[in-house]
């Protein structure tokens, strides 16, 4: 008997050790992931203003008039910048 109480004494020793190793290393993780969130966020952030200054530069007049001047040639696969930018935000969603 008391040498299985030592046993699990042992056991539980190492358990308490390894969960410090592993609430440590969560805290390290935890910290850099709160750091890179912040930056991510930021550009985020920065690439949405980038997207409204886009939508309303091309979503003006001078673009209507681009537009209206220049033809599509049937060999370009892309479609017009004006689709692209939702798709874009779309995905920065």
Do not use: H, N, W
Not at 56 to 73: H, L, M
């Amino acid at each position: 008997m008391k040498g299985e109480v030592k046993t699990l004494g042992a056991e539980l020793a190492t358990l308490a050790k390894e969960q410090a190793e592993m609430d440590s290393i969560r805290a390290e993780e935890k910290a850099a992931y709160d750091t890179a969130k912040a930056e991510l966020s930021a550009g985020i952030a920065g690439v949405g203003k980038a997207l409204g200054v886009l939508r309303d530069y091309y979503g003006g007049a001078a673009f209507v008039k681009r537009r209206e001047i220049s033809t599509p040639s049937c060999s370009s696969q892309q479609p017009p910048r004006s689709t692209q930018l939702p798709a874009v935000q779309e995905v920065l969603s």
